[in-house]
């Protein structure tokens, strides 16, 4: 129920993998002390509500297998506190804002299989913390981040595959993906000859 929503003191909230329908409420922004919100794998539609920005101790936001629509409201930029921001499988479009460089504590990016576009923002590259990215199967443009590969990120994904005509060509990403036929392949010594 939308209602427990108006618990202004609680701290978490999981409810992920269920079947909740409709859209997440405004009123989650009610919610200043919440730390995690886990509403994973449901039917979610709408848009993820601009007063998320109000939660600033959010420390983990994962709304990944949803149907959520619309694009990442610049609010949610102001959670200074982040480290797994989880946008994978949605709907979700537009361009990634300049400003994801403020969540200097995000470890955890995952931004796959939504339609995202433009250029992959260099400002991912000032997040010092940053270990995984998930940037596949999305609509991106341009290479992925040269100052990404001076780090030694343990997950770094991208739509780097064909080699000769990848969407995101990668020096350094952990796995290629194709966004046309959905296979990713991990990239080691070994298997460098398969994606000449």
């Not at 919100?37 to 979610?44: G, K, V």
């Not at 509500?49 to 949803?66: A, D, H, R, S």
């Not at 995202?116 to 400002?123: D, P, R, Y």
Request: with cysteine; charged share 20%.
């Amino acid at each position: 129920p939308s209602e427990v929503f108006n618990l202004e003191y609680l701290s978490f909230t999981r409810h992920n993998d269920n079947i909740l329908e409709g859209s997440i409420p405004k009123s989650v922004g009610k919610m200043s002390q919440l730390q995690e919100i886990w509403l994973s794998s449901n039917q979610l539609t709408g848009t993820i509500p601009t007063e998320v920005g109000l939660m600033t101790n959010l420390i983990y936001f994962k709304v990944n297998w949803n149907k959520l629509t619309g694009s990442i409201p610049s609010e949610l930029y102001n959670a200074k506190y982040l480290m797994t921001l989880d946008l994978f499988s949605n709907y979700l479009k537009g361009t990634i804002d300049d400003r994801i460089g403020n969540l200097t504590d995000l470890k955890y990016l995952y931004l796959s299989r939504n339609k995202f576009e433009g250029n992959i923002t260099t400002a991912l590259v000032k997040l010092e913390q940053l270990n995984l990215a998930w940037l596949h199967m999305n609509r991106f443009e341009g290479e992925v981040p040269q100052g990404l590969c001076k780090r030694n990120m343990e997950v770094l994904q991208s739509d780097c595959f064909p080699r000769r005509k990848a969407p995101n060509p990668c020096e350094c990403c952990s796995a290629c993906c194709n966004r046309n036929t959905e296979i990713c392949l991990i990239i080691d010594d070994d298997l460098e000859l398969e994606f000449i």
